[in-house]
């Protein structure tokens, strides 16, 4: 299996950070190739579609964004701690949502934007900006 536990999250002023941190276990995840896992963060506002935020290759080489956080946020990942990072930065009260690590695998670890790529899912930690 697949553990993926996300911490971070809690309430902030417009134009703040935070860091949010996802840390993968499992003894599925240690016999993967690391090479083909692409871990992405998504997120989900009340009443909203969960949507595509950042992804990274494991490697950390590859990352993607959306549009809506591409000169905010940014991803990264320290493979020592089997850690996937997503730095907040400017936030804006429509970033308020639960935040979601999930985990995805190819054979090229391409990272990918699409919900049905992941097959693996944290609980998801809220994000709560305030104007």
């Known amino acids: 299996q697949v553990q993926l536990v996300e911490s971070g999250g809690g309430l902030v002023q417009a134009g703040a950070s935070l860091r949010l941190s996802c840390a993968a276990s499992g003894r599925t995840f240690s016999s993967y190739t690391f090479s083909t896992v692409v871990m992405g963060w998504f997120r989900q506002a009340p009443g909203k579609e969960r949507e595509f935020v950042a992804a990274i290759s494991w490697s950390g080489i590859t990352t993607d964004y959306a549009d809506s956080v591409k000169d905010r946020f940014s991803i990264s990942r320290d493979s020592a701690k089997n850690t996937v990072y997503l730095q907040m930065n400017s936030l804006k009260p429509e970033d308020t949502a639960v935040y979601f690590c999930?985990?995805?695998?190819?054979?090229?670890?391409?990272?990918?934007?699409?919900?049905?790529?992941?097959?693996?899912w944290g609980q998801g930690t809220q994000v709560t900006v305030s104007s």
């Open positions: 999930a985990l995805g695998r190819s054979p090229g670890g391409n990272p990918s934007g699409s919900r049905s790529f992941y097959n693996y």
